[in-house]
């Protein structure tokens, strides 16, 4: 039989005696009871993580593009937080790899909670996300518009928290003056956190994204004409992802 690891309990981080069971302890590690630790899941977090490098690498010797097909996905995992499906954050190693003047965008349905949280205070990696307003989309307690940075970090972070049923249109205009906010920093490398959660028809959300729309970004994110590393996060309509990533790839990649 097969066994896993579900926390039952959740520390806020004021709680901080920390016990020396790990069952117990889980929940000082997890946010929510939806990741479980299994057999395998190191293994399969590691490879992700060396799937978002090798990626960095290809950028490093001179590609200006490269899409690291992550599974299982990253950016809701910190530093020493996992949650939402993510074990190690993909996108944040990748950057950190890559080195200073690292720009990142995640576009995915739901906020990258845990990029934010890693790179908060650093003004040389500033992250931008465009997400579902946290007042109705997971993981509701971060991605409001107020979390800018903080110390040296200060207006190195912004959210864009969209209401339901954005369109193509609309979300083009966010990621417009969400570009603007990415040049300022004139970034050497761009790493895109793709969750495709914004399609029309995921599950999981409840913007109003086409396949043509996810063309259109892709296109606009390849006119910034900076070596791009694109990782993959979330998207769970099955049968219409390969056309989604498709779609997406098809303009960064003609831009």
């Known amino acids: 039989?097969?066994?896993?690891?579900?926390?039952?309990?959740?520390?806020?981080?004021?709680?901080?005696?920390?016990?020396?069971?790990?069952?117990?302890?889980?929940?000082?590690?997890?946010?929510?009871?939806?990741?479980?630790?299994?057999?395998?899941?190191?293994?399969?977090?590691?490879?992700?993580?060396?799937?978002?490098?090798?990626?960095?690498?290809?950028?490093?010797?001179?590609?200006?593009?490269?899409?690291?097909?992550?599974?299982?996905?990253?950016?809701?995992?910190?530093?020493?937080?996992?949650?939402?499906?993510?074990?190690?954050?993909?996108?944040?190693?990748?950057?950190?790899?890559?080195?200073?003047?690292?720009?990142?965008?995640?576009?995915?349905?739901?906020?990258?909670?845990g990029t934010q949280a890693i790179f908060y205070d650093r003004p040389d990696i500033p992250f931008v996300s465009i997400h579902g307003d946290p007042d109705r989309a997971y993981p509701f307690f971060s991605g409001a518009p107020s979390e800018v940075g903080a110390g040296a970090g200060v207006a190195a972070n912004r959210n864009y928290a969209l209401p339901a049923d954005v369109d193509d249109d609309a979300y083009l205009k966010i990621l417009s003056a969400a570009i603007s906010f990415i040049l300022d920093f004139a970034p050497r490398h761009l790493v895109v956190s793709?969750?495709?959660?914004?399609?029309?028809?995921?599950?999981?959300?409840?913007?109003r994204i086409t396949e043509k729309g996810l063309l259109r970004i892709g296109q606009a994110l390849g006119d910034l004409d900076v070596p791009t590393l694109i990782v993959q996060e979330g998207g769970y309509d099955t049968g219409k992802l390969g056309n989604c990533v498709r779609s997406f790839l098809s303009g960064i990649e003609t831009s």
């Open 1 to 113: 039989t097969s066994s896993g690891l579900i926390p039952y309990t959740f520390a806020t981080r004021s709680m901080n005696h920390i016990p020396e069971d790990l069952v117990h302890s889980a929940g000082h590690y997890c946010f929510d009871p939806q990741t479980p630790i299994v057999a395998g899941t190191y293994r399969a977090a590691r490879s992700s993580a060396d799937c978002a490098l090798t990626g960095a690498d290809l950028l490093l010797s001179g590609e200006r593009l490269a899409y690291a097909l992550c599974r299982p996905p990253g950016h809701h995992a910190s530093r020493d937080l996992y949650g939402g499906y993510c074990y190690l954050n993909n996108a944040a190693i990748a950057a950190e790899h890559l080195g200073s003047r690292v720009a990142i965008i995640d576009i995915d349905y739901h906020h990258g909670n």
């Open 194 to 207: 793709a969750g495709f959660d914004i399609y029309e028809d995921d599950p999981l959300g409840d913007f």
